[in-house]
């Protein structure tokens, strides 16, 4: 993986649609070593560098269930998470209906539907025990997120019709370049 230094700020390469990793089913965590906290910390740099509010740790190249988001909201202190071997546990049974986007599919997004709250515990990267009950863009970003490490993006959730008009525009956007 290339790697962007500068600034103490490690920012790693983005994996991009069509790379298999982005299909694969992420591996468990079962060491909570220096290597997984410098993971985290680059997997936070990226996600700055890239102005995204959640990244999965297949989106760099690494094979294993770690997510982080950030949600930033006006007036309100930022909201953290980093989950290691998440899951989800809960779902409200109101949908939300909201766009999205992905890092690895960049200049697209798309309204997807999702449940409106959600409970996801998992490990923080030292192995202890986290909940998180969210709503809002967190609710969203965490589902979206647990998707990637499961092999799942967003665009499976559309309508084939949206998907295929979403993709083309994706193409397109790429030819340009
Ligand atoms: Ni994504």
Redesign the pocket.
Known sequence: MGRMEGGGVSAREIVLLGDPILRARAAAVGSFDDELRELVRDMFDTMYSAEGA?L?AP?VGVGIRVIVAEIVEEGVAPVRVVLVNPEIVETSDEIDRDSEG???IPGVSEVVARPASVTVQGLDPTGSPVRVEAGGLLARVLQ??VD?VNGV??IDRLTPLKRRILLQKYRKLGAKD
């Open positions: 959640g999965a989106q992905c890092l690895s979206h997120e990637h993006l967003f």
